[in-house]
């Protein structure tokens, strides 16, 4: 599922390196390249692995920002192509644009690797849309094409985009997934201007006074950001620089978040009017509840409504990537956004007597920083302030806050995910409450391991030639349940028996499912089921009077994210869960047991494992528990958690041998 997103990232220039994007234009020889291209052109690189598809030559933003809040900026990039697969990231350029964010001038040069120089301007720009099947905005995105993307080409670019920012923040992202050779930020400030610079995950460098109020930061060098396996989102990862603006105009001042407070205050400022409720809310919210008189139940007949009732679609212009649309013409229209929905519910909810606020979150862990108060929120939740009279039970998205009281954690935008329970991507994630008195950011919880549970229970047979049979009943609560039931929901109806031959082909080299059924698939408050029949002719080898087969039939845990070159980066597991695994195999008469797998008992501080395989009375009977109970794996202890992966692996991999006994 495409996780939709609140856009306040919008003070920031979208840009999008691409290769797909239709024909080159007619590029022109005559206007060579400028000196800033052709210098970076010629300098000689150190070596760099053999992998590397590109180097970034030259990453300058020179920022200018004038007395009345306006703010000019001059982008320029060079980067020199190694390998043909650069041309997916860095065969294109896209500049987003709105009514409030300009561009003035863009230009872009090819230099190949014989010295031609292609030169495109405003001629060769197409100007694009940017929105889709569930998204309307006035973000539009000027289009260039690159000629001559090859190795040991050189493109390059400039251009110059205006802007009135609703808050007086800036990034400078200089660390990218290739080498960066050089960097540098520019700033200009009026006179009485101050800023605030904080350096996220890089070493803090000094800025050079170069003019009067006027700061340059260069870096040479910058490592590439390595894509690995289960890695935490990139970005939470790269270097940059946050910048704030201090104006000494007491209007325009009112637009630097200092603070995390001064950001939820400007937040409620935005938003006061927006939870006005109307005749029309009020008897729906009076049909849903009807009848019912638990408080919890009234929540969930609510929370359910705007979940699965609610459409998704974004309208968002101008401001409206920040301030909602009111809760009246949400319901009327029966449509919006994430912040859309969130503030329907919360007039809802309003009208039974619950309190809530507004949460502002990024769905990639780890891009919201306590120490660097930011608007790098990309989507909106409510935190629902529970009355005394609900109980605890069953509420596991939920934290005490000192004033606050018992604060429940619910996202209306994901229809998967039912009340009480959090999707995983913004569990152990930073969330901006947003009260009347100001913003807090507070530590969402990480779900405990017993609420997210799989559990799987089969029955099979074992004939004397290897072939085994059997049914497989599978029950899921919480992420796995969500998982499974956006998966299925989002699969036409036709081709939902190949999710269970994907799932079965990763454990067996030859079957034929011979049945399949889901049960409570659109009941998300109840626990998901799956059964699913299957036939796997040889799946015991036979070696003379031996039968070797493998307890562990269906269903893998081991990982091969660790094996490889050592890895520079954390892991990032989706959830804590814990997934229960026992099997009964009826052996084939006259067989008995020659060995069976050893017992195997696990722990590490990120998770556990069991298994026990015994036979009775001609059943070979397997049990196992995996678990994890943390998500984020620091550096220092991936080869804690690669030990624990191995031995998973090696169990997984065991087989009992049977004998064929003597007549």
Request: aromatic share 10%.
């Amino acid at each position: 599922m495409t996780r939709p997103r609140i856009k306040l990232g919008g003070l920031f220039a979208l840009l999008a390196l691409s290769g797909s994007l239709g024909a080159v234009p007619q590029a022109r020889a005559a206007e060579s390249a400028p000196d800033w291209l052709r210098t970076a052109a010629q300098e000689t690189l150190p070596e760099y692995p053999k992998d590397t598809v590109a180097v970034v030559l030259l990453d300058e933003r020179q920022t200018t920002v004038k007395p009345d809040g306006e703010i000019e900026t001059l982008y320029r990039r060079a980067v020199r192509i190694l390998r043909p697969e650069a041309r997916k990231d860095f065969g294109s350029l896209g500049v987003s644009f709105t009514s409030e964010t300009k561009i003035s001038y863009m230009k872009a040069w090819t230099i190949s690797s014989d010295g031609h120089e292609f030169a495109l301007n405003d001629k060769d720009v197409t100007e694009r849309n940017l929105y889709d099947a569930i998204e309307f905005t006035d973000v539009r995105m000027d289009m260039l094409k690159f000629p001559e993307v090859n190795p040991g080409s050189v493109i390059g670019y400039e251009y110059v985009q205006k802007r009135r920012p609703f808050m007086f923040e800036d990034a400078w992202e200089f660390q990218d997934t290739v080498p960066v050779r050089h960097a540098r930020f520019v700033l200009q400030l009026p006179p009485s201007w101050e800023f605030a610079a904080q350096w996220i995950n890089y070493a803090e460098q000094q800025a050079q006074n170069t003019g009067p109020n006027a700061h340059t930061w260069e870096l040479k060098d910058v490592p590439a950001i390595e894509i690995e396996p289960d890695m935490p989102a990139w970005e939470s990862i790269a270097g940059r620089l946050g910048v704030k603006y201090f104006p000494d105009d007491p209007a325009l001042r009112t637009k630097t978040d200092a603070s995390w407070k001064d950001m939820g205050l400007w937040y409620t400022a935005l938003t006061q009017s927006s939870r006005n409720s109307t005749p029309q809310i009020k008897q729906k919210v009076t049909e849903l509840t009807s009848g019912i008189a638990d408080p919890l139940g009234k929540m969930r007949a609510l929370t359910e409504y705007v979940q699965q009732h609610i459409r998704y679609f974004a309208i968002e212009i101008a401001i409206g990537g920040y301030q909602p649309h009111p809760a009246g013409d949400v319901f009327n229209h029966q449509y919006g956004d994430c912040k859309d929905k969130a503030t329907l519910l919360s007039t809802m909810l309003h009208e039974i007597g619950i309190e809530s606020f507004y949460v502002l979150i990024d769905t990639d862990r780890g891009i919201v920083r306590p120490d660097y108060p930011s608007t790098r929120f990309d989507h909106a939740i409510l935190a629902i302030r529970l009355p005394d009279s609900i109980p605890d039970g069953g509420l596991f998205a939920m934290v005490k806050h000192p004033t606050l009281g018992r604060l429940l954690f619910f996202d209306p935008t994901n229809e998967y995910v039912p009340l009480g329970y959090l999707p995983s991507y913004l569990q152990d994630n930073y969330g901006l409450v947003v009260t009347p008195e100001g913003g807090e950011l507070l530590s969402l919880p990480l779900l405990a391991p017993s609420t997210n549970r799989l559990l799987r229970t089969a029955k099979f047979s074992l004939d004397a030639t290897g072939n085994l049979s059997g049914e497989v009943r599978e029950m899921r609560w919480g992420g796995p349940a969500a998982d499974g039931r956006e998966e299925f929901q989002e699969t036409a109806p036709a081709k939902r028996v190949e999710i269970f031959e994907n799932f079965l082909g990763r454990s067996l080299n030859d079957f034929t499912l011979t049945g399949a059924s889901i049960g409570n698939l659109d009941q998300s408050d109840d626990e998901l089921s799956l059964d699913y029949k299957f036939v796997s002719p040889g799946y015991a080898k036979m070696a003379g009077d031996l039968l070797i087969v493998r307890p562990r039939v269906v269903g893998t845990q081991s990982w091969v994210i660790l094996a490889g070159k050592p890895r520079k980066y954390p892991i990032e597991f989706e959830e804590a869960t814990r997934q229960d695994d026992v099997f009964d195999i009826t052996l084939p008469a006259g067989y008995v047991v020659d060995d069976l797998p050893a017992p195997v008992n696990v722990d590490c501080e990120y998770g556990s494992y069991r298994s026990d395989v015994q036979v009775s009375d001609g059943v070979l009977h397997y049990k196992r528990t995996y678990e994890i109970k943390d998500i984020v794996v620091p550096t220092l202890k991936l080869y804690e958690v690669k030990n624990f992966l191995q031995q998973v692996a090696e169990d997984e991999s065991s087989s009992a041998v049977l004998r064929r006994a003597a007549p």
